[in-house]
């Protein structure tokens, strides 16, 4: 079992989450993610380290409740049934940043997106690199940890669907604006962003890197539920990733598998709804 | 009953079992196992225990199932494999012990592996701890990966008084055990308590590590004496024909563990699973076999699509014909060519090809060529492979141990190139057997304690 320490709602869909996990966080790098299961029967989960101290083994996750399994985590209170990582590789800049010391780079994250490219950003801050980022979502109410990025990045740029706040339009319309300041993009999101962020790289000819999120179960390697189209060959977000050469990803596969368990998903969450009900009566 | 026939074990009616996924064979009664252990002639030179990879004294245990001395019979197997009731369901005996027996010259085999299981099962409902252990010497031995060859060198080395900790990715220790054999073949009480006789003994085990993330193996070789890797071969291959990557096509593993580690046959699983009305499922091995009865059992009509004959299938005799028994059927000679599929990218069929068996190769298998012209479309939605696992070495991440072209672990005897690696399993011979992983794991053991004394 792990403790929880915290489980707040951040935003309309969006939880915060601490835990205590010193053997996921004393190497963890960012780019890794963990995988959890709220209790013995549950689903394995997949989710991006957003934040986490090597000291105290805290570990912090944001997650966005999409189905019957992240609804099941937003009712958890004092402990997980599992938690395991760091896996799947570090971020390839922050892996060896010294190599990156004079490159400009730009983060684009889009929604949660933001959890993973926050401690990107900070670890690069702190290794004095100096980071832009833009940032988008649907609307100003979902757009997560402003003030923690905002403190260790170099720019910022918002953009919401809705126009609700900074500029009206999507991330790309901002990117494709400044695309000459930089040598290399960092994509994290929703699969139509990362696409459109691969294009408008591509266009420019800049380095873009993308975080893949695919369905996932072991996290381990062993399944290949996660595998995803780079050159036209299967490789394993979990082990081989997550993050891909953006210009070699097949986006519009990675969109329709994440499809593939669609209709089995709907029943699974108006089943777990009924379930939580039940149980807190 | 004749001398020559060996006593045929009671299971579940074919029926009935097609539709649900409790144990398919119910094991021995107690007479049974008297009759058939009455069967052994007790050889002097007995063949069986040089057809056993892990040496069981199998005339000497069924000598004593004959006196009715089942705490001892368990005693003597358990002096040679700490996962009895494991291997008593898991073995290819046919192709091992029992196909050393002398009865076998004549008629049937004894059934060694029945008459196994029986001593097993009796010791877990009684209760006996034949593991004899000896004084803590002091000396730590890590291991990476709580597969059936970890288990199995755990249980070695605790015997011998090591200190002995597992590291396992997974939310549960048992490795293939628990995530791919399903529960009609290997129940996962069974696991479950094979797993925690160890912990009684011991055995720390630490779940939820990936090794060469969490902690690298140069971490371990600072904290341990020795380490020995049964990581396995767990990476699944897929064919790289068109349409692989369809919504329809998985892997066998993926089948598996969201049936059996996530138990997604149940229905109130917390795991999905997506079905198709009819299932091709692409070889002949045992992971094949596992993959389709398990699709059987949850409704669908499923298919093994094998490029050899029924003779060559490399799978265990019995599950062939537990699963021509419950509906599964056998497409052979026919080889995928391509995954068809519609505008939303799902399976709606499949290219397939007639192939013809030739002369044996060097490895003593029969060759297949394809039959020019025999192309043809077969109907189905969802198409699942099972064409192997490759190594996978995300927990030799920044460690030197020395790999093969093919990626595997290399090793003299089940040494590495770092004197303080051992390595067997799957890791080291690409996909194997459960009993040849737990064969590694024991000599695996040999070898440190050799190592370390």
């Known amino acids: ?281 | 009953m004749e001398k020559n026939e060996k006593a045929k074990m009671r299971t579940q009616d074919p029926k009935v079992r097609a539709k649900n996924f409790k144990e398919v064979e119910l094991g021995f009664t107690r007479t049974q196992a008297l009759k058939e252990a009455n069967r052994c002639l007790h050889c002097a030179v007995p063949k069986c225990v040089e057809g056993c990879p892990v040496n069981i004294a199998i005339p000497d245990f069924i000598e004593q199932i004959k006196l009715g001395n089942i705490e001892k019979a368990y005693e003597i197997i358990s002096d040679s494999s700490s996962l009895a009731a494991i291997c008593g369901r898991v073995c290819p005996q046919e192709k091992q012990c029992e196909s050393k027996c002398v009865r076998g010259l004549k008629g049937e085999a004894i059934a060694i592996g029945s008459l196994e299981r029986y001593v097993a099962d009796e010791a877990i409902k009684n209760g006996f701890e034949s593991l004899k252990k000896k004084r803590r010497n002091g000396k730590k031995v890590a291991i990476v990966g709580a597969g059936p060859s970890g288990l199995t060198c755990a249980g070695d080395l605790i015997k011998e008084g090591f200190e002995v900790t597992i590291y396992e990715v997974l939310h549960q220790a048992g490795g293939v055990l628990v995530y791919g054999i399903p529960e009609f073949r290997l129940p996962k009480d069974i696991v479950k308590k094979q797993v925690e006789s160890l912990e009684k003994l011991g055995v720390k085990i630490n779940l939820n590590v990936p090794i060469g993330n969490a902690l690298t193996i140069d971490d371990l070789k600072k904290e341990y004496d020795a380490i020995y890797l049964g990581t396995g071969a767990g990476l699944p291959k897929f064919m790289g024909i068109e349409g692989e990557n369809a919504q329809g096509v998985f892997s066998a593993n993926e089948i598996l563990t969201r049936i059996n580690l996530m138990k997604a046959y149940k229905p109130d699983s917390k795991t999905p699973i997506k079905l198709g009305k009819r299932a091709y499922v692409i070889g002949g091995g045992n992971v094949a076999m596992d993959a389709v009865r398990s699709l059987r059992r949850l409704g669908v009509d499923a298919h093994i699509l094998y490029r050899r004959s029924l003779d060559e299938l490399p799978a265990r005799k019995a599950e062939v014909n537990h699963a021509q028994e419950e509906g599964v059927k056998f497409n052979l000679l026919t080889n995928p060519v391509k995954i068809l599929v519609d505008e939303n990218n799902n399976v709606t069929g499949m290219e397939v090809v007639d192939m013809v068996l030739g002369e044996p190769g060097e490895d003593g298998r029969r060759s297949v060529t394809e039959k020019p012209g025999s192309n043809h479309v077969v109907d189905c939605d969802m198409v699942v492979m099972a064409l192997g696992t490759g190594p996978n070495h995300a927990a030799l991440k920044d460690s030197k141990v020395e790999l093969s072209d093919r990626g595997l672990i290399v090793v003299n005897g089940t040494k590495t190139s770092d004197k303080k690696i051992f390595a067997g399993g799957d890791a080291v011979t690409g996909a194997a057997t459960v009993i040849l992983a737990m064969e590694a794991g024991k000599n695996a053991a040999k070898e440190i304690i050799e190592s370390l004394s």
């Open chain 1, 1 to 281: 079992m792990y403790k929880v320490y915290e489980n707040k709602q951040i935003s309309p869909d969006s939880y915060l989450m601490e835990i205590e996990a010193p053997l996921s966080v004393k190497k963890a790098l960012p780019g890794q993610f963990v995988i959890v299961m709220a209790k013995e029967d549950s689903e394995r989960i997949p989710l991006t380290i957003y934040d986490y101290n090597s000291k105290d083994g805290i570990l912090k996750v944001i997650y966005q409740v999409i189905g019957a399994s992240t609804e099941e985590l937003t009712y958890v209170k004092k402990e997980l049934f599992s938690v395991a990582g760091p896996l799947g590789n570090a971020n390839e800049i922050c892996a060896n940043p010294d190599k990156f010391m004079n490159k400009r780079i730009c983060y684009v994250a889009g929604g949660v997106g933001i959890a993973p490219v926050y401690p990107q950003v900070k670890f690069l801050h702190r290794r004095g690199l100096k980071i832009d980022v833009i940032y988008g979502s649907r609307q100003a109410n979902m757009l997560l940890i402003r003030d923690k990025i905002e403190r260790v990045c170099n720019k910022i740029y918002y953009a919401t669907d809705d126009g609700s706040f900074g500029t009206h339009g999507f991330v790309t319309d901002i990117l494709e604006k400044n695309i000459h300041h930089y040598d290399i993009v960092v994509a994290i999101g929703p699969i139509p962003m990362m696409k459109a962020v691969a294009e408008v790289t591509k266009k420019y000819n800049k380095k873009c890197i993308v975080s893949m999120n695919p369905l996932m179960v072991d996290g381990s390697g062993m399944c290949g539920a996660c595998r995803c189209e780079i050159e036209g060959k299967p490789k394993f977000a979990c082990v081989d990733g997550p993050e891909f050469d953006g210009h070699k990803v097949n986006f519009d596969l990675a969109m329709k598998r994440m499809k593939i368990y669609k209709e089995e998903e709907a029943i699974k969450w108006e089943e777990m709804k009924k379930r939580l009900a039940k149980e807190k009566k």
